[in-house]
């Protein structure tokens, strides 16, 4: 990291002392100050951002880059949502709708936008799901409390005899049930499969029950640790083919269910699941290096419940603002745009993106950058952790110096920033498996901010960074609009940057290589095994 940091000083010390020579400040004023009030003017002059040239650089784009503008986009996606039953989930009406708006403002401003057509498989919850004891005694069990869906079941209403599979009850246990046939062994079919987390993925035991007859399958938490008791947001994965509903319950729940003898249980699933496919929106410059391409994403649809105006409207939109305003620019690398759907469902639509790209268009993809909520309304300044100091899993090479580049804008701003982990949570994750440097920003989601985030950020403690993620209240109110402009200006900044030179990352590749001459770069990433717990928002395992 200090490495990189060194090589950023050069350039960032001529833009500080430009900045520092053009604003003649006749009071004794940091460089940070000069920066933040430069970046977030006031008042902005309604010729300056016209001419391409101020759009070009690192210094003048983030001026460019106005929240209130930002917010039109916003209002636009919120609108939308209100017109179609409250949301923009991919497959359904107010996407279509949020993809159209995006092509036609592309496409207002000159660019040639590709509408990419994939397959995804649609879930969507349509009621809160019923599960009931039958036998020896009736008993109704508590929706979100006792248990929920996993996404992906299958809609149905099945009853049977509950039979454990391979459960393993002690305090520090090792799970393995239901991750291999063998373990449903002698399984009478008909009958509802409890199986405990652990070592695999959910879909995997899924479908193993599905497979030995079972007509419902019930997963409950591991309990090997206190945080893996309770209920979480899991998936069977966009592929599940098991054909039967799934529930997650909690580990009492599912000790309590293994020990009672002759126990039938009754499952209702309220879901709609079926096959239909999305879009993604791709543009580009018309200037730059299409073998040295600097790409930038972020995901288009919200989740069912709502109209995602943070998750992701806050990405969305300073992504198409940032296009608008480098209609005119002049990078030396193009600047790749893109708008992915079903990241909702599980990075369906980066996923199969980068799986259909051909080695070569691959490659010339030097870095991708993700922009997945910005604008949380409790919000922190979260970084990916590129180089892997913060939490030890390191980006493939190029993703250090990334990192530091977005360090130092915060920096340069006088603004604290953290690193947040590499979870694949977001539409960086194919990208990253396939050994290409990523990097971007995050404002926090359902985690609970500390004391110490507090101290940093400002905000409430113990608060979660986005209390309406995922939910029907992340509306327009739902953002902080100095995050909101800070981030923006950040992607910005970066992406100027790396559009102009991205010798930052290529000096990390070339050292990579050089460390391991036997294997390329890109290599080294993909022969690497990730344990890999989320792919998307979701658990899947």
Known sequence: ????????????????????????????????????????????????????????????????????????????????????????????????????????????????????????????????????????????????????????????????????????????????????????????????????????????????????????????????????????????????????????????????????????LNMVSNVVREQTETYNVITETRRGDGDNVVMVGAHLDSVFEGAGINDNGSGSAALLEMALQMKRAYPRNKVRFAWWGAEEAGLVGSTWYVNQLSDEAKEQIKVYLNFDMIASPNFGYFIYDGDGSDFGLEGPPGSAATEALFEKYFELRGLPSEGTEISFRSDYAQFFTDGIPFGGLFTGAEVLKTEEQAAKFGGDVDVAFDPCYHAECDDITNLDERAFEVNADATAFVTSWLSLSTRLIDDEIAAAEEAEPTAGARALSLEQGYDITHWGKHWIK
């Open 1 to 264: 990291m200090t490495s990189a940091l060194s090589k950023l000083a050069p350039g960032i010390g001529a833009l500080a002392i430009s900045l520092s020579v053009s604003a003649a400040p006749t009071t004794q004023t940091s460089t940070d100050d000069l920066l933040d009030r430069f970046w977030s003017p006031d008042h902005l002059s309604p010729f300056e951002c016209r001419a391409g040239i101020l759009n070009s650089t690192p210094l003048g784009l983030p001026r460019c880059m106005r929240v209130e503008n930002m917010m039109h986009h916003q209002d636009m996606f919120y609108a939308i949502a209100q017109a179609n039953d409250g949301n923009r989930a991919a497959g359904l009406p107010g996407y279509d709708a949020t993809v159209d708006y995006v092509r036609t403002t592309l496409e207002s401003a000159g660019y040639d936008v590709t509408v990419q057509t994939f397959p995804f498989t649609a879930f969507y919850p349509v009621a809160e799901g019923e599960l009931a004891a039958l036998a020896p005694a009736p008993q109704t069990y508590v929706w979100n409390e006792d248990f929920t869906y996993l996404s992906q079941t299958e809609p149905g209403d099945v009853s049977g005899t509950v039979v454990p599979v391979d459960l393993m009850l002690v305090d520090g246990n090792a799970s393995t049930s239901g991750c291999e046939a063998e373990d449903f062994a002698g399984f009478p079919a008909g009958s509802i499969a409890l199986v405990q987390r652990g070592a695999c993925n959910f879909g995997l035991k899924a479908e193993n029950a599905a497979a030995a007859g079972a007509t419902g399958v019930i997963i409950f938490n591991q309990g090997n640790t206190e945080d893996r008791t309770g209920l979480i947001n899991a998936t069977l994965g966009e592929a599940y083919s098991g054909n039967v509903p799934v529930f997650f319950a909690t580990y009492d729940n599912g000790v309590s269910w293994s020990q009672t003898a002759d126990l039938q």
